[in-house]
Structures are given as structure tokens and as C-alpha cells.
């Protein structure tokens, strides 16, 4: 079984950054990838960003490209998700998952971590 932990979500004015954290316990040898994703209300979830832990691939939704920078550090199990130049429409629910590939499916989920984004 493997835990996944989110943090690090708030709020924050448009154009400004948060940093999301996920960590990561358990059979994590279960995943060979990480991902994140989001869901705001009235809305279905969505893909965000990925990321390998072998080799450290991304993986981007096009949305996000240029704004969001996915990371990992496997001595710690932790994965990061910088998320800068917010708009309003990035208001959700972020949640992290983990998966055995690329792109899915993903079998383990946190508990998710809310950003909002108003002024």
C-alpha cells in the first residue's frame, strides 16, 4: 500500500506561486510514475503534470507549459509541483497520484490540497 500526502495548497493573488508538496510512504517501489492532478467544482478532474521516477521524464498538460515545473526528490519520496503565474481559472482541488506508467493508470491518491487563486 503506498500513502501519498499533499500540502502546501492556500491562497494566492493571480500572477502570483505556490509550491505543492506530495509525500510519498509506503510500497512506493509500486509506482514508476507520479503525477498531479486537479479538480474544481462542477468540473471532472484533470491531468496536470507527471513525472518518472526513474530517469525524471515530464510530463505536461498543455495548459500548464511554462507555468508549472514538476520534481521529484526519491532520496525523500517527495514530489513538488511549482506553480507559477496563476490565473484565476487554476483555482482547484490538486491532487497527487501514483501510477506503474506513463500515461496512467494511476492506483494510489492523495487526499488532495485546495489553491485558490483570487485577488
Known amino acids: 500500500q503506498v500513502q501519498l500526502v499533499e500540502s502546501g495548497g492556500g491562497l494566492v493573488q493571480p500572477g502570483g506561486s505556490l509550491r505543492l508538496s506530495c509525500a510519498a510512504s509506503?510500497?512506493?517501489?509500486?509506482?514508476?510514475?507520479m503525477g498531479w492532478f486537479r479538480q474544481a467544482p462542477g468540473k471532472e478532474r484533470e491531468f496536470v503534470a507527471a513525472i518518472t521516477w526513474a530517469g525524471g521524464y515530464t510530463y505536461y498538460a498543455d495548459f500548464v507549459k511554462g507555468r508549472f515545473t514538476i520534481s521529484r526528490d526519491s532520496a525523500k519520496n517527495a514530489v513538488y509541483l511549482q506553480m507559477n503565474s496563476l490565473k484565476p481559472e487554476d483555482t482547484a482541488n490538486y491532487y497527487c497520484?501514483?501510477?506503474?506508467?506513463?500515461?496512467?493508470?494511476?492506483?494510489?491518491w492523495g487526499q488532495g490540497t485546495q489553491v485558490t487563486v483570487s485577488s
Open positions: 509506503g510500497r512506493t517501489v509500486s509506482n514508476s510514475v
Open positions: 497520484a501514483g501510477g506503474t506508467g506513463y500515461p496512467g493508470p494511476y492506483y494510489y
